[in-house]
């Protein structure tokens, strides 16, 4: 347990739903990083905050995704009209910043499947 | 071309075995590298750090060069517990996001 949790760790949805996944980062951990792994690949950057602020979006992120970190304190990502396309491993990485720092802690992750 | 390119194996060895991979990056930007593990359907854990003078772990070896873009880990004396995928990842030192490669999956068998 890298104390990083993840809710729900697995989602099943029609395609054109809308889901809402939830990260729960170390609690001293400025910085959240939402990631995206498909079979076969590793994940892939989606976008970062530092305390509350999103700092970074990929073009992965089209306008269908959001996210938020109210208060600095967990995170969460919005698909909106979701797709076949969205069926990945989310996963959500903790980090306390600094070059001297080394390592992400991950959460387990959210399974979502498209239907 | 991918940022972080890696060979997807599998390499399948026996046990006791050395094994070695290979990952190479295009962004000479990068500045900061890793060794992640991933075992199936886990989490992606940090398994170490690359630095260019070489850096070792017990059985693991990894090394940097900076000049070739270029990362290697070696496994010595393979254990049937060293069974995952190999995560290379570089670091954007700015944002401190991390860049991975497709993993190379191992397969040690007894």
């Known amino acids: 347990d890298t104390g990083v949790s993840q809710n729900p760790r697995h989602k099943i949805t029609k395609r054109g739903q809308n889901v809402t996944f939830r990260c729960d980062p170390i609690?001293?951990?400025?910085?959240l990083y939402w990631y995206r792994q498909t079979l076969g690949q590793g994940p892939e950057f989606l976008t970062y905050?530092?305390?509350?602020?999103?700092?970074?979006k990929s073009r992965l992120l089209s306008d269908r995704f959001s996210a938020e970190r109210p208060k600095g304190s967990f995170s969460t990502l919005e698909i909106q009209r979701t797709e076949q396309g969205d069926s990945a491993m989310y996963l959500c990485?903790?980090?306390?910043?600094?070059?001297?720092?080394?390592?992400?802690?991950f959460g387990p992750g959210t399974r979502l499947t498209v239907l | 071309r991918k940022e972080v390119e890696q060979d997807p194996g599998p390499f399948n060895v026996p046990e006791g075995a050395t094994v070695a991979f290979n990952c190479t990056y295009s962004?000479?930007?990068?500045?900061?590298f890793f060794w992640y593990r991933q075992d199936c359907r886990k989490e992606p854990k940090l398994l170490m750090s690359?630095?260019?003078s070489g850096n070792e772990d017990g059985r693991f070896t990894a090394q940097l060069n900076r000049a070739s873009q270029y990362i290697s880990l070696l496994i010595r004396d393979s254990k049937l517990s060293d069974s995952a995928t190999y995560l290379c990842?570089?670091?954007?030192?700015?944002?401190?996001?991390?860049?991975f490669g497709s993993g190379t999956r191992l397969l040690v068998r007894p």
């Open positions: 609690s001293e951990h400025n910085r």
């Open positions: 905050f530092q305390n509350e602020a999103q700092l970074e």
């Open positions: 962004n000479s930007a990068s500045q900061s």
């Open positions: 990842v570089v670091r954007m030192d700015s944002s401190y996001k991390l860049i």
């Open positions: 690359v630095y260019s």
């Open positions: 990485a903790s980090f306390s910043g600094g070059p001297l720092m080394v390592e992400q802690f």
